[in-house]
């Protein structure tokens, strides 16, 4: 869960500010995708372009001087990849 948790998160913070040191994901609901559980209201804090913690929105506050995101209403889940193709016709490998 957190190897895919912090391929989401990674990117997000990327896309957020490549000058950002902290970023704090508030109010999120993350899907866990290995049990099916959604996670609400949970705080996801990004230092240094690494995952440093995840838990309940109520245990987990925003380090002063971070990158605030509402991630209320939204929802946190794992980098997606389609790792399935058949390239079997040479015309369609551009699309694989």
């Known amino acids: 869960m957190r190897v895919w948790l912090l391929a989401v998160v990674l990117a997000a913070a990327h896309a957020l500010s490549a000058s950002a040191e902290t970023v704090a994901i508030t109010n999120v609901t ?50 997606l990849w389609d790792m399935h193709v058949h390239s079997h016709r040479e015309e369609r490998w551009k699309y694989h």
């Open 30 to 79: 993350i899907v866990d995708v290995e049990d099916g559980a959604h996670r609400v209201s949970q705080t996801v804090i990004i230092r240094d372009g690494r995952i440093a913690k995840v838990g309940a929105a109520e245990a987990v506050s925003a380090p002063p001087g971070a990158t605030l995101v509402d991630g209320g209403g939204k929802y946190l889940i794992p980098g």
